[in-house]
C-alpha cells in the first residue's frame, strides 16, 4: 500500500469552483440522516452468509460515502434491492465526516470496494486518491449491461457525462469516476416578462440577440443580468466556455492550460465584459453574504430579467416578499455563441472504485446497477437526487424539477468541470482572479482586458507549479 502523504494537500482552490461534483447543488437541499434499514447501515461489521441466489451469492461488498445533501435513504433502498438480486451482502457506511473515517482505515490497507466522495470535498480525499494512482479504471462499466435491462451503461447514460476531465481526470481516454446525481445550472428568469408567458420581450437565444435585449430593456428601466455573488459566476463561465470550445475546451482550462486559457478563453472575458455592461446597478454592493438575496429578488420583482444560477434558488426564495405579480421561475440554458451548441453547467456527484478493492467485480456490477430504472426510481423517490440517463423524466415528479431538469432534451449538452488539483502557490488564487475580480470589472476599477491579463498570469504560476512536481 503506497502511503499517503498527500492526504493533507489542499487541492488549488477547488472548493472555490468545481463543476459535476460540487457541495453547492447538494448542500442547500437539507442534510440527510441516516436511517436503521439492516445491513445498508452496518458499520464496521464483518460479513454474514447470505441467503440470495444470485450471481454473487456468499459475497460482501464494502461501500463508503457521504451523507450529506441528498441523505442516505435513497443509497438504502438501493442497496436492499441490490442484494435481492445478486444475492450478495452489502456493508455500507454513510457518514457526515466520511473523509476523516476512511483516511485511517486507507492507510492501513482496509479500503472500501466502493466509495461515494465526489470531487470538490475540503479535504480532498477524491482527487489525493486520484494523485496517488489509488483508484480503478472502470472504463470497461460504461459497456456492462446494466443488471436487469437489457442495455449499457453507456447508452444509458445521457450524452455529455462522460468523457469530461470529472470522469477521465488524466485525461488518458479512461473513466475513473462515476457520475451521479446531477442538477443543472443555467439562467434564471420570470416567465411572466417573456411571449411565452404572456410578456413584452422575446427570449434569446443568441449572445446577439441577449445583448439587443440589454438595450432594449435598458429603455424600460430593467437590467438585462444580475449575480447573487460573483462566485456564482462559475456556472456561466463554464457553460460559455463550452459554447466557445466544447467540453474540449472546459478541460483544457481547468487543467492550466495556459495558451488555452490566454488565446481561446478571450471571448469568455470579452462576452462577459458587455454583459456586464448591462448588470442591475445594484448589484455589486449587493453581492455578499448578507445582501445576496436581494439580488436574487430583483429578478423575481421584475427589476432584472435574468441571473445565473442552481436549482435550489426555487427553495432558496419560495417565501419571498415583494414578488411581483404573476411571477413563475422560467429556466434556460446559455444563448449561443456564434452559432455554437448552447450549454448548461451540470452539477454531478461520483462514485468510484479503489484500485486495491477485493471485490472488484462486485463493485463494478454495483456501479452498474446504480443507473438502472429500479435505482434511478428509488433515488429520485427517497432523496430526490435524479441520475443522468437518458430516460431521467420517468422520475421526476416535481413540476418545478420538470423546468430545470429538461434542459438537456432540446439538444443543449451540459458543460462539466473541476479544478485539475495542483500545489498551493503562495499568493495565488484562481478563485479570486477568475470570479471575484467581475466585481471590479463591474465596478470599472479593471478592463476586461486587465482581467484577462491576471488570470493568465495566475494560470501560469499554477501551470508551472505543476511542472515543477512533476
Not at 455592461?277 to 449587493?286: A, D, E, F, P, R
Amino acid at each position: 500500500m503506497k502511503k499517503m502523504k498527500m492526504f493533507l494537500l489542499t487541492a488549488a482552490l477547488a472548493v472555490g469552483f468545481s463543476a459535476c461534483g460540487s457541495n453547492k447543488a447538494t448542500e442547500d437541499k437539507g442534510s440527510g440522516s441516516a436511517q436503521d434499514t439492516g445491513s445498508a447501515q452496518t458499520e464496521g461489521s464483518q460479513a454474514t452468509e447470505t441467503t440470495g441466489t444470485g450471481d454473487f451469492a456468499g459475497k460482501t461488498l464494502k461501500v463508503a460515502g457521504l451523507d450529506g445533501g441528498y441523505g442516505t435513504d435513497g443509497w438504502n433502498a438501493v442497496i436492499k434491492k441490490f442484494e435481492e438480486k445478486t444475492g450478495a451482502k452489502v456493508e455500507a457506511q454513510f457518514e457526515k465526516n466520511i473523509s476523516e473515517v476512511l483516511r485511517p482505515e486507507i492507510q492501513a490497507g482496509n479500503l472500501p470496494d466502493v466509495i461515494y466522495l465526489s470531487i470538490g470535498q475540503q479535504d480532498s480525499l477524491t482527487e489525493t486518491m486520484l494523485k496517488e494512482n489509488m483508484v480503478l479504471d472502470i472504463t470497461d462499466v460504461l459497456d456492462r449491461k446494466i443488471p436487469g435491462e437489457d442495455t449499457t451503461v453507456k447508452d444509458k447514460l445521457m450524452p455529455g457525462f462522460i468523457n469530461t476531465i470529472v470522469t477521465d481526470p488524466y485525461n488518458d481516454g479512461k473513466t475513473y469516476l462515476a457520475p451521479l446525481f446531477y442538477a443543472p445550472a443555467g439562467l434564471w428568469y420570470n416567465q411572466a416578462m417573456f411571449k411565452d408567458g404572456g410578456g413584452k420581450y422575446k427570449l434569446p437565444e443568441t449572445m446577439d440577440e441577449f445583448i439587443a435585449l440589454g438595450e432594449e430593456a435598458k429603455k424600460d428601466g430593467i437590467a438585462l443580468f444580475t449575480y447573487p455573488v460573483s462566485g456564482y459566476m462559475d456556472t456561466f463561465t463554464f457553460a460559455l466556455a463550452g459554447e466557445v470550445g466544447g467540453q474540449e475546451l472546459i478541460n483544457k482550462l481547468v487543467s492550466y492550460d495556459v495558451d488555452a486559457w490566454k488565446n481561446d478563453a478571450k471571448p469568455i472575458f470579452d462576452t462577459t465584459g458587455e454583459i456586464l455592461k448591462y448588470l442591475n446597478k445594484n448589484t455589486v454592493s449587493q453581492a455578499n453574504k448578507e445582501s445576496f438575496t436581494q439580488n436574487q429578488l430583483s429578478v423575481m420583482k421584475n427589476e432584472t430579467l435574468f441571473m445565473p444560477n442552481g436549482t435550489w434558488i426555487v427553495g432558496e426564495m419560495a417565501n419571498a416578499e415583494g414578488v411581483a405579480d404573476g411571477f413563475k421561475w422560467g429556466f434556460m440554458a446559455l444563448p449561443s455563441y456564434k452559432g455554437s451548441d448552447r450549454y448548461s453547467y451540470a452539477f454531478c456527484e461520483q462514485a468510484f472504485i479503489p484500485k486495491d478493492a477485493k471485490e472488484q467485480e462486485l463493485a463494478k456490477e454495483f456501479l452498474a446497477y446504480l443507473y438502472s430504472d429500479e435505482a434511478a426510481k428509488l433515488f429520485a423517490e427517497k432523496a430526490n437526487a435524479i441520475q443522468p440517463i437518458n430516460n431521467y423524466a420517468d422520475f421526476v415528479k416535481d413540476e418545478d424539477a420538470k423546468l430545470y431538469y429538461s434542459v438537456f432534451d432540446k439538444g443543449v449538452k451540459p458543460a462539466i468541470a473541476s479544478w485539475a488539483i495542483a500545489p498551493p502557490v503562495e499568493g495565488v488564487n484562481i478563485h479570486n482572479d477568475l470570479f471575484n475580480k467581475i466585481d471590479s470589472v463591474a465596478n470599472g476599477d479593471i478592463t476586461v482586458d486587465q482581467w484577462h491579463e491576471t488570470v493568465v498570469n495566475t494560470v501560469q504560476k499554477l501551470h508551472d507549479a505543476i511542472e515543477a512536481e512533476k
